[in-house]
């Protein structure tokens, strides 16, 4: 069956905008394009009324209310609305920050500068899966612990942290826990109320919806959590986060979280199945590994290393026809191995040699049996050139010895 190339699995760095999600956001560029904070005319009322019902849609994906959404421009600005608003509005308790060293580096940078402010981070190891010891963040908690910082779902592995158990574990403490969930919003059940989240960062086009929209979950009671803004000026989103709103990008988002909310289950048994296929069919080849856990993580995504092949020169290999991805989109561009593998103890070479495969809801069968072929193909070119390459060609099927 013929398919359009390149075929994207890149899923992770950033998804397709959804058809229905671009309609419902193009009224809103040209009819109704009102700002939501004009109050004195029908343009800002129908601006104002798409925001609230897009604060609606979101918040129930999560299990929150409205009022405690807060809209940003991405993951990474609620990241750092999290980290430092949290450390400036709780000073006067301590300066004390625990994080993990897999964490995306909006986290660790973040961290980084409020350790030059004069905070203190603690950075959590993992053991070979990715995974945090629980016994070892309780004995990091001090009486200057303010806040605990572990993600939800890996960018890089997939690998799901303990989240019910790390909350469970701040709050017998009287400690605040922030939780990135931007890969695992949209993906996996996510609930605030049943996870014990306090702060909670995601963002839309990880779920199909637009870029340059995000949002902050944060909680109103018990514990009811307070953030010192970072952006000045009007008093936007109860003051946490100043700005006109664009009200196109969270119309999008709105409606991004409602279809995912409505195909969650579906989506996630769709993408296992698939992600499962091609990695069982790629582990086969000799001397390829898996990055992670093999159960304890997000349904779409799962990390390969390829012995004795260059990550960049297997992708070199593979672009024209297959998107790929080395590791995290934010840090692809540097030549440094995975601080996510490297955490995890996997070697520099191998973490040199590893990719990403980032499944979503556009992939179908045919694409993952292409590529399945293809990635065959390049790694036995690139170990053992043209030969192996034709005898890939003569089967019809991939055998692996």
């Avoid at 200057?144 to 701040?170: C, D, F, H, R, W």
Wanted: net charge neutral; with cysteine.
């Amino acid at each position: 069956m013929q398919h359009e190339l390149p075929i994207y699995l890149d899923n992770n760095a950033t998804t397709r905008c959804d058809d229905a999600v671009v309609q419902a956001m193009l009224p809103y560029f040209t009819q109704y394009f009102g700002n939501a904070a004009s109050n004195s005319h029908a343009f800002g009322w129908s601006a104002a009324e798409a925001v609230k019902i897009a604060r609606e849609q979101v918040a129930a994906l999560i299990g929150a209310e409205p009022q405690e959404i807060v809209f940003t421009s991405g993951a990474t600005e609620s990241i750092n609305l999290a980290l430092k608003g949290a450390f400036e509005m709780y000073a006067t308790k301590g300066n004390h920050i625990i994080t993990v060293a897999t964490e995306h580096k909006a986290v660790l940078d973040t961290c980084a500068h409020i350790e030059r402010l004069g905070g203190q981070v603690t950075y959590l190891p993992v053991d070979n899966y990715g995974l945090i010891d629980l016994q070892q963040l309780e004995q990091a908690i001090t009486g200057n612990t303010i806040l605990i910082a572990v993600m939800y779902g890996n960018n890089e592995t997939g690998v799901i942290q303990p989240i019910k158990e790390i909350s469970a574990i701040a709050h017998q403490h009287n400690v605040l826990f922030f939780c990135d969930a931007t890969q695992a919003v949209g993906k996996i059940p996510v609930s605030v109320m049943a996870d014990g989240i306090d702060i909670m960062s995601f963002s839309a086009h990880k779920i199909y919806g637009p870029k340059g929209v995000g949002a902050l979950y944060i909680r109103r009671r018990n514990p009811r959590v307070r953030l010192a803004a970072q952006i000045d000026g009007g008093g936007h989103e109860r003051g946490f986060r100043s700005g006109t709103l664009n009200v196109p990008g969270i119309v999008g988002f709105g409606k991004a979280c409602v279809i995912c909310s409505d195909r969650l289950l579906q989506d996630a048994e769709t993408l296992s199945t698939m992600r499962n296929r091609l990695e069982n069919e790629l582990l086969q080849l000799p001397g390829v590994y898996l990055n992670g856990h093999p159960h304890q993580r997000l349904p779409n995504v799962t990390n390969l290393a390829f012995e004795g092949i260059e990550g960049n020169t297997l992708l070199g290999n593979l672009n024209k026809e297959i998107a790929l991805s080395g590791g995290s989109a934010c840090t692809s561009a540097s030549m440094e191995p995975s601080h996510v593998l490297q955490a995890m103890g996997v070697n520099e070479g191998l973490a040199h040699n590893s990719l990403r495969f980032s499944l979503g809801r556009h992939n179908t069968n045919e694409q993952i049996d292409y590529t399945i072929s293809t990635v065959a193909k390049a790694v036995r070119y690139l170990r053992d050139g043209p030969k192996a390459c034709n005898d890939v060609k003569r089967n019809k099927t991939i055998k692996h010895s």
